[in-house]
């Protein structure tokens, strides 16, 4: 019950970015690799079965667990996006992402997967930690998937250094839990294969994992807010600056493009402005260099370890 | 219908691009990385000096020296401006040197006066001056207003 309430939990949180960041996505290209992020992994909490029978969409793939498979894929490229959102470069697209890795270790789960477990059984949650109880070839694949989770989970904790001060935690913390979650399933595996079972070890996955997730979502929405009221703060000060600028009679400069953004206006006005206190040697009040001092202290800001 | 003035902003752009495209300038590059991208593409050593002085500067926000003989010049702004404005008039320096029409060991010098408001401009010298605003508004877009990365994300 628990798991179905983290599972759901992480699902409405990553539906809910899908839909609220749609329009953004929409109008700009460099946030469509974070939405996708959050597609896949909705997509991915879906075939857990909580929602949608999982003999429903498992029986849609012949009904032999191959929806483990996709599952642990999407899992796995819903990270790597997300690494992606954190680290590309403003000018990286979808399309100009180094798909290889992902490709790379999908292929490798594929292959792992039908090799070592050419029986599977009819549709079922558990039906790996099930097999690997016997098999040591389910033990295998489920040794080498959450390895490769746990790598990409490790990646994840690297990218949240250039995130943005208040929601690096939640960042950390989702994949810090998503790490030790892997870990312990691996440690849960090879117990119940070659030892003997621990049932606080098997209990470890669900909430570690899940409330890693959720904790990650929780930074995503937090760095909605962050990025929010960076924009809103740029066109506050630009309709503070523009009437000081129309008293000093001062234009921005006449080569800007109509539809510059509010940061590049606000610099250019900003210059204009002091350009005009300068040649006419009318000195800003205290007001208005409070006002320039806050213009400066909003264009210098460094949001990120990474630049660009 | 094409105006006289729409004619020199055409001319202006098209100087600004080239002079622009000369140093390898990306995104989120600090202020010195700027000079340093400047001095490679043209291969010359810079100097920026920050005037404490500058009391019989009158309107005057920054001035160019630069011997072509000796492959160096030095970029002289007001210590006492705030960081951006004498990084914005450096620029406009940087301006100068990348404009190939105008590097050539001349003295340039950036008023606070618009070129546009400068009756005592010659039309190169008007065409000049507005071309290195050209080029530093552009460095100021480098600078200051690229997107960064973590407000691209989420």
């Keep these: 019950m628990v798991t179905v309430i983290l599972i759901d939990a992480a699902l409405v949180g990553l539906l809910l970015v899908v839909v609220l960041r749609a329009r953004v996505a929409w109008h700009q290209p460099r946030a469509r690799i974070a939405w996708l992020a959050a597609l896949v992994g909705s997509v991915a909490l879906l075939t857990q079965g909580t929602v949608i029978p999982l003999e429903m969409l498992d029986g849609l793939l012949g009904g032999t667990n191959i929806l483990k498979l996709v599952q642990n894929v999407l899992t796995m490229v819903a990270l790597w996006l997300g690494i992606q959102a954190g680290t590309a470069p403003v000018t990286a697209r979808i399309r100009s992402l180094r798909w290889w890795f992902p490709g790379f270790l999908a292929a490798v789960f594929a292959v792992v997967f039908f090799v070592a477990m050419p029986e599977r059984g009819t549709s079922s949650f558990h039906f790996l930690e099930d097999l690997a109880a016997t098999s040591t070839g389910a033990w295998a694949y489920g040794v080498l998937h959450m390895a490769g989770i746990a790598l990409v989970g490790l990646l994840l904790f690297r990218s949240a250094r250039g995130s943005l001060p208040g929601t690096r935690l939640f960042f950390r913390v989702g994949a810090v839990g998503i790490v030790l979650g892997c870990l312990s399933e691996i440690l849960d595996l090879t117990l119940s294969r070659f030892f003997v079972s621990d049932a606080l070890v098997s209990a470890l996955f669900d909430p570690l994992f899940y409330l890693g997730v959720v904790s990650f979502v929780v930074g995503i929405f937090v760095a909605s807010r962050i990025t929010t009221k960076i924009r809103r703060r740029g066109e506050e000060l630009l309709a503070r600056l523009e009437p000081v600028a129309r008293d000093r009679g001062a234009d921005s400069f006449p080569g800007l493009p109509a539809d510059a953004a509010a940061d590049t206006r606000l610099h250019a006005l900003r210059v204009a402005v002091e350009d005009d206190a300068i040649a006419t040697s009318t000195p800003l009040t205290p007001a208005q260099r409070a006002l320039l001092d806050d213009i400066d202290a909003h264009l210098t800001r460094r949001t990120t370890g990474a630049p660009s | ?154």
């Design chain 2, 1 to 154: 219908m094409v105006t006289e003035a729409d004619e020199v902003l055409v001319r202006v752009r098209e100087r600004a691009d080239r002079a622009f495209a000369r140093a390898d300038l990306t995104p989120g590059m600090t202020f010195d990385q700027v000079v340093h991208a400047v001095e490679r593409a043209l291969k010359i050593r810079l100097r920026v000096v920050r005037e404490a002085d500058t009391s019989g500067w009158g309107t005057l926000t920054g001035f160019l020296t630069f011997f072509a003989d000796r492959r160096e010049g030095s970029i002289h702004v007001r210590a006492a401006d705030a960081a951006i404005y004498s990084q914005f008039a450096a620029s406009h320096e940087l301006g100068h040197l990348l404009d190939d029409a105008h590097c050539s060991g001349a003295l340039h010098e950036r008023s606070s006066v618009s070129p546009h408001d400068n009756p005592q401009l010659s039309t190169p010298e008007y065409e000049a001056e507005l071309v290195a605003e050209h080029v530093a508004h552009r460095i100021a877009r480098l600078l200051y207003t690229s997107p960064r990365v973590a407000e691209s994300s989420w």
